[in-house]
């Protein structure tokens, strides 16, 4: 992104992780990125630890940005400084807000030359996300290339329609928190069975990340790998009997479904 300066609404973790992997991966100096924040404390914190700029106001903050990178909190938008519609004025604006939609944003951003929506999830912060992204009106060439060099600095990326970020946010967004409860299930259960706490830890951690890394790696569907493990009226099959009957697929299948639903809601809100 040469020649591009880029302007952070909010210091926070994602903001953050955004930063510093633009910087890791040199796809911005320092020089090229200045942040601010709500009291201005974090700002200065994120500024203190990546050499970027902490601006002292909006003004100063948007004078020279070609991008803006939104990332205060969601409910923040309400109450966002109006002088932002001008301020913004023939900018790339994209929001990393949970649950507004491009309609929304466009309310607050309204001269934004567009508009882009995106849904990072928390493994972003150490450059292994994957972010759905979608745009208001088509991307040019140039900001199409600015935004997936953004967003890759967090990892993976895909363009999607804005009628599919409320699955997005129940599936990708939500999925972490799902299958940390399911490794903190596998910990607790090899407990249950005998094994010592830090043990059992270890054991559901590399487990599932190394289970990860072979499905990452393959070219098969996840139920080739499953019944890879399965020997006939084993004990993995064993297993698999009791998430059978306890409707496991069904179980998580809801839980994205009322996660949708629950994003839904917000998003109109």
Same mark, same amino acid.
């Not at 466009?106 to 567009?114: E, G, I, L, M, Y």
């Given at each position: 992104m040469p020649n591009l300066t880029i302007a952070f609404l909010g210091a926070g973790r994602l903001a953050g992780a955004i930063v510093r992997g633009l910087l890791a991966k040199q796809v911005c100096t320092p020089a090229d990125l200045a942040c601010t924040s709500k009291g201005g404390e974090t700002a200065r914190r994120l500024a203190a630890a990546t050499g970027i700029t902490a601006a002292a106001d909006l003004p100063s903050l948007l004078a020279r940005a070609d991008i803006v990178i939104v990332a205060f909190k969601p409910q923040s938008? &309400?109450?966002a400084d109006s002088r932002l519609a001008e301020l $913004? &004025?023939?900018?790339l604006v994209i929001s990393l807000l949970a649950g507004k939609r491009l309609d929304r944003l466009?309310? @607050?951003?309204? !001269?934004?030359?567009?508009? +882009?929506? $995106?849904?990072?999830? @928390?493994? =972003?912060?150490?450059g292994a996300g994957i972010t759905p992204y979608c745009a208001l009106a088509p991307l040019a060439a140039s900001d199409r290339a600015a935004v997936e060099s953004l967003l890759g600095a967090l990892g993976q990326f895909l363009e999607l329609g804005e009628n599919h970020m409320d699955a997005v946010t129940a599936l990708s967004a939500g999925g972490p928190a799902f299958l940390?409860?399911?490794v903190a299930a596998l910990r607790d259960a090899g407990? &249950? &069975?005998?094994?010592?706490?830090e043990v059992a830890a270890r054991l559901a951690q590399e487990t599932v990340l190394?289970? =990860?890394r072979l499905l990452a790696r393959s070219d098969q569907e996840p139920e080739v790998?499953?019944? !890879? +493990? +399965?020997?006939?009226n084993g004990t993995t099959f064993a297993g698999l009997q009791v998430l059978a009957a306890r409707q496991f697929r069904d179980t998580i299948r809801d839980t994205i479904l009322a996660s949708t639903r629950r994003a839904d809601e917000l998003s109109r809100e």
């Open positions: 938008l &309400a109450g $913004t &004025a023939g900018k466009s309310r @607050t951003f309204p !001269q934004a030359r567009n508009l +882009v929506r $995106t849904m990072p999830n @928390t493994p =972003a912060a150490i940390f409860e399911f407990v &249950a &069975a005998g094994l010592p706490r190394g289970s =990860a790998l499953r019944d !890879q +493990v +399965v020997s006939p």
